[in-house]
């Protein structure tokens, strides 16, 4: 399906070839461009976008840990979540630069600052073309175990502060089995609409609809015009 749209954003579409090709040079900027080694936390701090999903494939490519962060939280929440974690790479949407540019200096372990959005970058963060200039879009991979991490996701924090819960890899491919087998029956004609967040349960259904070949279509948010018009100009199944 290399020529098929696996991603549609608006009026951006983005083949499976692309995506693939993408997730290639971003994972070998990340690694040995950056130098940022197998098991290192990343943190997400996006909307939905192709750029998430582009991130989520060179992560799982390059050994590295996900950390998807909800960008409607404030920010000393989305600090303590970066700080927690140890996040030493942000990817975050330019749209939240400003909450970026209040809490960066006290997050320690945080080397690189990736912007995703119009050029030029904020002071201070590489911009997510020229990161992926840096990268090669050959066949990228590093080796990793069942029992490896693959994502530290946060709980809602309802009686505390949020507490990391860490997937490993196998959890991950065992999730897409289980909902293939008992959830959600795939074909390569299906196209699945993502109005909930990328970054949480939407999330987990990129991929079951990617590996057969299916269309993932993605919109910042709900409300019930764009919703309707989405199912019918995608043919949303």
Avoid at 99 to 112: F, K, M, P, S, Y
Avoid at 128 to 139: E, I, K, M, T, Y
Avoid at 174 to 199: K, P
């Amino acid at each position: 399906f290399s020529g098929k749209a696996a991603i549609i954003f608006g009026d951006r579409q983005f083949t499976f070839a692309q995506v693939s090709e993408a997730a290639n040079r971003l994972a070998s900027a990340l690694g040995p461009g950056l130098g940022v080694g197998k098991g290192s936390r990343v943190a997400l701090l996006l909307p939905n976008c192709p750029e998430f999903t582009v991130s989520d494939w060179a992560l799982i490519r390059a050994g590295l840990v996900r950390v998807p962060v909800n960008p409607r939280l404030a920010p000393s929440e989305v600090e303590h979540i970066l700080a927690d974690s140890g996040a030493c790479v942000v990817m975050y949407d330019a749209g939240y630069a400003s909450v970026i540019e209040t809490i960066r200096q006290n997050l320690t372990e945080a080397r690189h600052f990736v912007a995703i959005g119009p050029a030029p970058a904020p002071t201070g963060s590489i911009h997510w073309d020229n990161l992926l200039a840096q990268g090669h879009a050959g066949n990228f991979q590093v080796d990793t175990g069942m029992d490896d991490p693959y994502m530290i996701l946060y709980t809602s924090g309802t009686t505390g502060r949020p507490k990391g819960a860490t997937t490993t890899v196998r959890s991950r491919w065992f999730t897409i089995f289980t909902s293939a087998e008992n959830e959600n029956f795939v074909e390569h004609t299906d196209v699945m609409l993502h109005m909930a967040s990328l970054g949480h349960g939407s999330g987990t259904k990129v991929l079951n609809h990617y590996v057969k070949g299916a269309t993932n279509v993605y919109l910042p948010r709900f409300t019930i015009e764009s919703f309707c018009q989405a199912v019918q100009r995608y043919r949303v199944t």
